[in-house]
């Protein structure tokens, strides 16, 4: 059975950093792909970055280009994100998912639809 775990939230002042980590473990394939998204009270779920595997390239939302970095970690279907220049609506909860299925449709990645397993989310929180 996949699990996929998240780590390193927490409570951070405005121009803060934090690092998430998100390892998806029990297949027996790579990951195809690794998504971190967010949720905020009352709103919906939204993207914040994703990497394919085979290449790491990354993609990212639009709210934190220059500000937060996704990266490979070094253990086998481990993601990291690195979270800098924290700002008050960065607070949610944020959530990894793992896809393992191969797609040639990049642009998918940045969709919820894309990702077969899901972690429980980690709380963020930033203070004004």
């Known amino acids: 059975q996949v699990q996929v775990v998240e780590s390193g939230g927490g409570l951070v002042q405005a121009g803060g950093s934090l690092r998430l980590s998100c390892t998806a473990s029990g297949h027996t394939w790579s990951t195809y792909a690794m998504g971190w998204f967010r949720q905020a009270p009352g709103k919906e779920r939204e993207f914040v970055a994703a990497?394919?595997?085979?290449?790491?390239?990354?993609y990212y939302a639009d709210s934190v280009k220059g500000r937060f970095t996704v990266g490979r970690g070094a253990a086998k279907n481990t993601v990291h994100l690195q979270m800098n220049s924290l700002m008050p609506e960065d607070t949610a909860v944020y959530l990894c998912?793992?896809?393992?299925?191969?797609?040639?449709?990049?642009?998918?990645?940045?969709?919820?639809?894309?990702?077969?397993?899901w972690g429980q989310g980690t709380q963020v929180t930033v203070s004004a």
């Open positions: 990497l394919t595997w085979s290449d790491g390239e990354p």
């Open positions: 998912a793992a896809r393992f299925r191969v797609s040639h449709d990049r642009p998918v990645l940045k969709t919820t639809a894309a990702y077969e397993y």
